[in-house]
């Protein structure tokens, strides 16, 4: 079973739509990362989480909300999707003590 | 702001060595890390320099100058399936603190 796994994977959605993204891991990460990569642009933070009651913003949060239910779930929202958040979306985990990321395997995004 | 810099294309021949370079402007410092992702995946961890200098891990190697601020990913006897996209990021400060990542580099390994 994949260590971080995200829902849905592909999604269409059209404008003006409340849609959720979500995202589960079983590593026992405390730190929860949400990116957003478009074409060339590489990948940019939304917003991040060190633990249950830590909620950070990222680079690009606007028009994003986040919500850390458990150590091992945090969820991405869209309050009111729009076309320019037509992008690949990723969730990452990781811990304090090792550099390494580890990513989801995406959620594909359309909104119309 | 954080800004990371490296060349959006390279192209190489299988069985070559092709080097990635990654300039960096930030805040602070802590430490480089290199991300490979295919096409359709999800980026993997490839490696990580905190000090100045070579690492290496089989066919990868990656290189860092603090006093630079510069790094690059070393791939040796170049296979088709490295063909890729490669992203370096930096640890701005310790513990808390996300990684910032450049705009990534994509790898094309030709016959």
């Known amino acids: 079973d994949a260590d971080v796994t995200q829902t849905p994977r592909n999604r269409i959605t059209k404008t003006g739509k409340r849609i959720m993204l979500e995202c589960s891991q079983t590593k026992g990460h405390d730190r929860m990362y949400w990116y957003r990569q478009d074409p060339g642009l590489g990948l940019r933070l939304i917003y991040y989480?060190?633990?249950?009651?830590?909620?950070n913003k990222g680079e690009i949060s606007d028009g994003y909300s986040v919500s850390r239910q458990a150590q091992a779930k945090f969820s991405l929202s869209l309050e009111s999707a729009i076309p320019n958040q037509t992008a690949l979306y990723f969730c990452?985990?990781?811990?304090?003590?090792?550099?390494?990321?580890?990513f989801g395997p995406g959620t594909r995004l359309l909104v119309l | 702001g954080q800004s990371l810099e490296q060349p959006s294309e390279v192209t190489a021949v299988e069985g070559a060595i092709v080097q990635i370079n990654c300039t960096y402007q930030?805040?602070?410092?802590?430490?480089l890390s290199w991300y490979q992702q295919h096409d359709g995946g999800a980026p993997t961890f490839l490696s990580y320099?905190?000090?100045?200098g070579l690492e290496e891990t089989g066919r990868f190697s990656s290189f860092l100058s603090r006093s630079d601020s510069y790094g690059y990913l070393l791939l040796q006897e170049l296979q088709m399936k490295d063909s890729a996209s490669y992203f370096c990021a930096v640890r701005v400060e310790s513990g808390n603190t996300p990684l910032v990542f450049g705009k990534g580099t994509r790898l094309s390994v030709i016959a």
């Open positions: 930030t805040s602070g410092f802590y430490g």
């Open positions: 989480s060190f633990d249950v009651k830590d909620i």
């Open positions: 990452a985990t990781g811990t304090a003590r090792q550099e390494t990321q580890y």
């Open positions: 320099n905190a000090l100045d």
